[in-house]
């Protein structure tokens, strides 16, 4: 799906809780799966730009969670995760990130009660940084690279996959092509999957870590975003850019 960048940003800065994605979706006519990775884009970058400031204020956060403010409820006054708000308490307390985390995952394993709840809670309303969430994203991405694996075999190209081209100190794609493809100019010699959203910022990270070093390695390739992208953005010279449907309408052609 492609997005006006007019919209996207309008969407993006309105993005400010999952509550928001169903009514957006009417409202603009674009798929919920769209708006969910748009709003994991906009958490994650307002965490990392956040996180000195909450983390200077963790003994304010220590005392208020003390004085019985709940984990959530501080989250949302910080404008942060409420699972790495939970992550950072736990430390607080006194336990390890590694133990934190295993909290998160299992809170059965925690004896007070009320802390127990809380943690339970922070993990249920964090679409993002859950353990849950983490699988999920985890897994959308798996069952894409599955599916790019069907269709490419579909129409008998050869590949080679990420797990079978690691090694020797290279950055290596989702999938080499043993012979190429040819798409109009270009020669196309990998294919690189994201379960995600692409927007100008998320497109300059890419291709200044995988990209420009694949064609430089590989040759001119293809980069897909499972849920759609900006419409206008420039991918690097030899890259094409473009979402699920594209990529299947390309594939079926060949």
Request: aromatic letters at 10%; glycine letters at 6%.
């Amino acid at each position: 799906m492609r997005v006006p960048p007019e919209t996207y940003y309008v969407i993006y800065s309105a993005l400010r809780e999952p509550g928001d994605i169903p009514s957006m979706s009417v409202r603009w006519g674009i798929p919920e799966e769209v708006l969910r990775a748009i709003y994991i884009h906009r958490v994650i970058r307002r965490t990392i730009a956040r996180y000195p400031y909450v983390l200077s204020h963790m003994e304010d956060i220590l005392s208020a969670w003390n004085d019985g403010e709940d984990i959530v409820a501080i989250a949302r006054e910080y404008d942060y995760p409420p699972v790495l708000v939970a992550v950072m308490l736990l430390q607080a307390m006194g336990y390890t990130r590694k133990k934190a985390w295993s909290l998160l995952s299992d809170p059965a394993e925690v004896e007070d009660a009320r802390l127990r709840e809380e943690l339970r809670m922070a993990s249920e309303v964090d679409i993002v940084y859950s353990p849950s969430a983490s699988e999920e994203q985890h897994q959308r991405g798996a069952e894409m690279e599955d599916e790019i694996a069907r269709l490419l075999s579909s129409v008998g190209v050869a590949y080679l996959r990420e797990g079978d081209l690691r090694g020797g100190g290279r950055k290596t794609p989702d999938f080499l092509l043993k012979d190429g493809v040819r798409v109009r100019e270009h020669v196309l010699k990998w294919v690189e999957a994201k379960a995600s959203f692409c927007d100008e910022e998320e497109m300059s990270r890419v291709s200044r870590r995988q990209l420009i070093p694949y064609v430089n390695t590989y040759g001119p390739g293809v980069v897909v975003y499972r849920y759609g992208y900006v419409d206008g953005l420039k991918p690097p010279e030899k890259v094409m850019l473009m979402d699920m449907e594209e990529f299947i309408t390309l594939v079926e052609r060949l």
